[in-house]
């Protein structure tokens, strides 16, 4: 009797930073991951220091580091999605470039990790050129808040986009113009009283440039709120990694991502009660665990 290998977990390689609080980066990629039922492989970009009230440090590791990682990984994983979060530096970005030119792997999705939430800069200035030019139009998704939108299409002072419904669609040529194959405008931090992002997609159809989708939530009001980026890409990650088609993907995670908010106060941890800094705003994690059953608030 033929003895059958036991069913693949879907295997999804994350490429970024290291979060001391466990509430973005690589920790939050983990989580999302294995919560939705992959498998996560991992390689680390940068050491971060921060907890609840912000980022203290960043130290990116060395570009050779990085490279031996992928290296390790490719030689002995079938992956079968891609979510890239903090690089950190030009040549950590320029190693995963090349990797990424080495394997035209069909499924990437790159979230634009720029400034953390509290402001500190977790990719250099310096890289931002090659990151537009180089890094986007690798990507099969690429997923933009509004303050990440506004810095890769070097909008400021009256120009800047706030996420208003009505500008979708110029914003979306926009990014199509940047050589991204498609994109997800994030709503978390627009003015409409809805969350709603955007999927846009170069259209198959001769007569327009783009498709553009709408996927809304109730907004939620919540100080728990670190690592939505990277929990939402990570989710598109893994549920492409699982056979889903982009759309349904992207549907999904918005779900998930609602349902980690929904629940994030039952799943905070232990705080010193002397150590919150009251000129700081203190954020704390998402629940990426949450009770299963669909989410309350969706809209299709």
Do not use: W
Not at 16 to 43: P, R
Not at 77 to 105: N, P, S, W
Not at 250 to 265: P, R
Request: hydrophobic share 40%.
């Amino acid at each position: 009797m033929i003895k059958k290998n036991p069913p693949s977990l879907a295997t999804v390689l994350t490429i970024s930073g290291s979060d001391s609080s466990a509430g973005a980066g690589l920790q939050a990629d983990l989580k999302t991951i294995h919560a939705l039922g992959g498998y996560a492989l991992t390689v680390a970009t940068a050491i971060t220091a921060q907890n609840s009230q912000g980022v203290s440090i960043v130290y990116p590791l060395p570009a050779d580091i990085v490279e031996k990682q992928l290296q390790a990984i490719v030689s002995d994983y079938d992956i079968q999605a891609i979510k890239i979060g903090m690089l950190g530096d030009i040549e950590i970005l320029k190693v995963v470039i090349h990797f990424l030119q080495q394997i035209r792997h069909p499924n990437v999705i790159l979230d634009p990790v720029l400034t953390s939430s509290s402001g500190h800069a977790l990719l250099n200035s310096v890289a931002l050129p090659t990151f537009i030019k180089e890094l986007l139009p690798q990507a099969s998704l690429v997923t933009p808040n509004t303050f990440e939108v506004n810095t890769l299409l070097n909008k400021n002072n009256d120009a800047l986009f706030m996420g208003c419904k009505e500008d979708i669609p110029h914003i979306a040529q926009e990014l199509i113009a940047l050589n991204i194959k498609a994109a997800v405008i994030k709503g978390g931090h627009s003015i409409d009283p809805l969350a709603t992002d955007y999927l846009i997609q170069r259209s198959l159809n001769p007569k327009n440039i783009m498709d553009i989708q709408a996927y809304s939530t109730q907004r939620i009001k919540s100080t728990n709120t670190h690592g939505t980026g990277c929990t939402y890409a990570s989710a598109v990650a893994t549920i492409l990694a699982q056979g889903k088609p982009l759309s349904e993907a992207v549907q999904q995670a918005k779900e998930y991502l609602f349902s980690t908010l929904c629940h994030a106060n039952e799943a905070q941890p232990c705080y010193l009660a002397n150590a919150f800094n009251t000129t700081k705003h203190r954020k704390g994690n998402l629940n990426h665990f949450p009770p299963s059953g669909k989410p309350l608030g969706s809209t299709p």
